[in-house]
């Protein structure tokens, strides 16, 4: 049996002076050693340390005890709750260990530079951080800008990978619902849909005046250009 009573050195203290139980039940009950056990009977272990009884603390019934003190190769059941009440999720930013706040700048900078649709509000809860702090790094008014350096929060040990993606997804999702795409823009073509025509040039519609041409390029008109051959 893997669980043992909350405060094993306490239960062990009540049962030696209430029960009648050896020394290896109580050992095997609150797993410890049967010398430990015969060290709290002697007084040399364990004493200050005031007894708890197991039965207020629902983790052990009379009848357990009972059956116990009538065979002595019985060993005693630790009793489990009826109903498993699950644990309230916990609301606030997340909790950051000493050792590891002095990172939080560089995964802050590194949000803010490879994912700018997650909220100021998303990375304090997603790091454990202040919006104040988040807002100096991103105007680099931090105290200690010159040293920060954009780091993975995941290596860093700030969060875990699934609460990153979880974080970029919603805020990717928030981001498309606020700014839907307005214009698709043009869809291809079917295959076997004809070519358009191609369309003819303004200048190839035009005809070209001689005259002007040679006017332009200084030159004489054709009229004038036979007079002076005739003249020759």
């Known amino acids: 049996m893997d669980d043992k009573p909350l405060m094993p050195l306490a239960t062990a203290v009540w049962l030696i002076d209430n029960t009648s139980l050896s020394f290896d039940q109580i050992a095997n009950f609150c797993k410890l050693h049967p010398l430990q056990v015969k060290g709290i009977a002697d ?20 009848e357990e005890i009972d059956k116990a003190q009538e065979d002595g190769d019985y060993h005693m059941k630790l009793s489990r709750p009826k109903t498993l009440v699950a644990e309230k999720p916990r609301k606030g930013p997340r909790y950051t260990p000493v050792s590891k706040r002095q990172n939080r700048p560089d995964a802050i900078a590194w949000v803010v530079r490879n994912h700018p649709e997650i909220s100021d509000a998303q990375i304090s809860k997603l790091l454990g951080t202040t919006k104040t ?34 974080v970029v997804k919603k805020a990717a999702a928030k981001k498309a ?18 070519a358009p025509a191609p369309e003819e040039s303004e200048e190839s519609e035009k005809k070209i005046d001689l005259d002007k041409v040679f006017a332009n390029l200084g030159g004489s008109s054709s009229s004038s250009a036979s007079d002076e051959d005739t003249t020759a």
């Open 177 to 194: 619902k606020m700014h839907p795409t307005m214009d698709p823009g043009p869809s291809l073509q079917p295959a076997d849909a004809p």
């Open 133 to 166: 702090t988040i807002q100096s790094v991103r105007d680099r008014t931090h105290w200690n800008s010159q040293n920060i350096t954009p780091q993975d929060p995941v290596g860093l040990g700030l969060c875990s990978q699934i609460d990153l993606d979880n």
């Open 43 to 62: 007084g040399d272990v364990a004493a200050g340390v005031r007894g708890i009884n197991p039965i207020t603390n629902n983790q052990l019934t009379r």
